[in-house]
């Protein structure tokens, strides 16, 4: 039995809709859960026979908090932030911190826009989607440019054509820019593209059948073969996507569990076509049945995401009445949970089934081999324990410019991305990568002090004894201890597996060409190099493709283009005198000078 006096602390919760959180005597949230009658559902941990998991949590518990909700979905909501902040040990944590990608139309111009997006849907425009990967949607985008070759182009780059580009040669766009098509026309071929996102493809092929006829009759046969040529792509496509005839957005679920680790796979379908799927790995507490899992995981999932009127799941979650009201409360408007199936859909459900299992059985082998490297490391650093939570610094520049620096971290199963981190390293001398380390560890590791973020078991840096000593003053600086500091040298032909491992302090080790250890920290080192070097190179092609013209004052994109178009581009702007750049429209004298320095200041630093 509990510790506490449940009595006493069921007699000041309400019987009303709300959140609660049960706290151990450090005050550590062991578990969040969300009611309609809060005194019912708290009361019941404390009168009925419970399963050894909750036993386990209510032998623990010290104290009882409640949030009061105006309705279910705001409990719903407020749970599943309580959830992602404090991550109960005896609940069920999604670990699924990204936002999901759509593809966006600017309906809003007078020549619109086909782009990837991520992020809020306030603004202007249309929205497809969700996709389940950027992938995804870089594929349908592809697809799109084919078909009806609406621009992709960035609005900065389109204003500012004065011929048209590369796309436009490979007939993946109609060169709006400079006038090549008529707006008629391109309102046609985004008109297409809509329709085509919303799964009205069926009337896509009719209106191109119609077109195709009449440029045969009108003897404009290579016309009608380019419309011939669209209809036979579509039809394609039609037959590899398309779930369902009868279009609609649905939600396919599944959940298998096998060894302790559950898969929750799940099919995004749009307009009756089939965007993709993605498998998720939810943190599950010990002897979790599957209807509690189904019933966090579809609580966290959608609290902030859009809801389809349907989910199709292969099990009932436990609440299926609550989670049902307050998902429809969020979407303002019916949604059905629905788990009985026949005919077709039970043939969906299935074949998530199918894919949660393959992805279950692949995470097992891949799981297995990397418990096993890091029980290895372990080993071979004489860490006291397996290490939980490891971090790896990595340097990127080219002779010194536009450096960052990059942090990744990895726990117990493998690469936690949402904790990922760049640095734009400034005021240091060029190409000194000691004093960029510094200062990268320095904004980190004052988060570590703050309690912001945890610390690491184990901090990796590329690098020799050299950088391990540098390293080691700026943790000495913050105060930092306990921290397994280890720096990663090449070997003296920059061979892999000849690695030095040099732990602070001590003499460098060589593990070894076949050690799982090793393998293990080329690893973490290598996703450090990676996500190092391809944030150093958005940053830097960034910087060389900014017109300096969009640095000075007065100078809009209107004003940019009339001085491209005059001069031919920047290379014939910057040969011109500022009596020049003065006859240009809208241009004054003053303006004019500070252009031509602005320009000649840029050439003088290239």
Known sequence: MPSFDYRAALSQIPAEPGVYRMLDEAGTVLYVGKAKNLKRRVASYFGRALNRRLQVMVSQIADIQVT???????????????????????????????????????????????????GSRAGEGRYFGPYPSAWAVRETLQLLQKLFPVRQCRDSFYRTRTRPCLQYQIKRCTGPCVGLIRSEDYAVDVEHSIKFLEGRTDEVIAELGDRMEQAAAELEFERAAVLRD??????????????????????????????????????????????????????VPADADPASILSGFLAQFYSDKDVPPEVL???????????????????????????????????????AVNNAALALKSRLGSRAGYARRLEALRDLLALEDLPRRMECFDISHTRGERTVASCVVFDDEGPRKSDYRRFNIEGIEPGDDYAALEQALQRRYRRVQSG????????????????????????????????????????????????????????????????????LVQQIRDEAHRFAITGHRQRRDKARKTSVLEGIPGVGPKRRQNLLRAFGGLQGLTRAAPEDIARVEGISRTLARQIHEALHRQSDRA
């Open 68 to 118: 009061l909700t105006r309705t279910e979905g705001e409990a719903l909501l407020l749970e599943s932030d309580l959830i992602k902040t404090h991550r109960p040990r005896f609940n069920v944590v999604l670990r699924d911190d990204k936002s999901y990608p759509y593809v966006y139309l600017s309906t809003q111009d007078a020549f619109p826009r086909l782009s990837f997006y991520r």
């Open 230 to 283: 669209q209809i036979a792509t579509l039809q394609r496509i039609q037959q590899r996507q398309y779930v369902t005839a009868e279009g609609g957005d649905v939600d396919i679920i599944a959940l298998v569990e096998e060894a302790g680790t559950v898969c929750v796979q799940v099919f995004f379908i749009r307009s009756g076509r089939n965007l993709g799927n993605k498998a998720f790995f939810p943190q």
């Open 313 to 351: 799941m292969n099990a009932e979650p436990d609440e299926a009445d609550f989670l049902t009201a307050a998902l429809s409360e969020r979407a303002g408007r019916r949604v059905a949970l629905k788990h009985r199936l026949r005919g077709e859909r039970t043939r969906w459900v299935e074949m």
């Open 452 to 519: 912001e973020i945890p610390l690491p078991d184990l901090l990796l840096i590329d690098g020799g004894k050299g950088q391990v000593g540098a390293v080691t003053t700026v943790l000495d600086e913050l105060g930092i201890d306990g921290v397994k500091l280890v720096g990663v040298s090449k070997g003296p032909d920059r061979k892999p597996g000849a690695e030095q491992l040099w732990p602070d302090g001590g003499q460098p080790i060589l593990a070894g060409a076949d050690s799982p250890a090793l393998h």
